[in-house]
T-cell receptor, first 111, second 116 residues
């Protein structure tokens, strides 16, 4: 079962920052926070992951609270193409584990 | 570097027929996963190969589904005989096996299956 809690849906105006929250209060010390998104019917797309430090890449930033019980994915300048379902996932990332998807957050970017 | 590729992208078959889906993982990726999403439901895990061995097949719905990965390269997922409830999109994913490194899993674009 998924070990994260996300809002069902969110709206964000185009050009603004989209901040997607995720609660993972039972996260273990060796589990990473991963974010994926699924745009329409395409395959899930990897966005970013982190352990305890904030992370940034060309797509997004990931802010993890100090107690690691929650995190926020930030899309700095949302475009219409960012409309998708965003999944927050916790996993060890070892050779043996897999991704368990929850319901995710449906993000609507409004023109 | 090519991503995870899946074939066919779309397939329409009649109930009772057989369909075989193919997945080519990213070159060098020993982990290979199959997932599916049926209409209105969440993406569900089906099974996980490590090279040619089935590491975890706990998500396979029933014995009408057979996955193989001979030689540890590409994989096939056969549905025989197909039922209406098998309709959906089947995703394949792959990742490296590297000790001590977070192994990001990358997904293909999926194979859409419609059983009529």
């Amino acid at each position: 079962d998924a070990k994260t809690t996300q809002p069902t849906s969110m709206d964000c105006a185009e050009g603004r920052a989209a901040n997607l929250p995720c609660n993972h209060s039972t996260i273990s010390g060796n589990e990473y926070v991963y974010w994926y998104r699924q745009i329409h019917s395409q395959g899930p797309q990897y966005i970013i992951h982190g352990l305890k430090n904030n992370e940034t890449n060309e797509m997004a930033s990931l802010i993890i609270t100090e107690d690691r019980k929650s995190s926020t994915l930030i899309l700095p300048h949302a475009t219409l193409r960012d409309t998708a379902v965003y999944y927050c996932i916790v996993r060890v990332g070892s050779r043996d584990d897999k991704i368990i998807f929850g319901k995710g957050t449906r993000l609507h970017i409004l023109p | 570097e090519a991503g995870v590729t899946q074939f066919p992208s779309h397939s329409v078959i009649e109930k009772g027929q057989t369909v075989t889906l193919r997945c080519d993982p990213i070159s060098g990726h020993d982990n290979l996963y199959w997932y599916r999403r049926v209409m209105g439901k969440e993406i569900k895990f089906l099974l996980h190969f490590v090279k040619e061995s089935k590491q975890d097949e706990s998500g396979m719905p029933n014995n009408r589904f057979l996955a193989e990965r001979t030689g540890g390269t590409y994989s096939t997922l056969k549905v025989q005989p197909a039922e209406l409830e098998d309709s959906g999109v089947y995703f394949c994913a792959s990742s490296h096996i590297r000790a001590g490194v977070r192994n990001t899993i990358y997904f293909g674009e999926g194979s859409w299956l419609t059983v009529v």
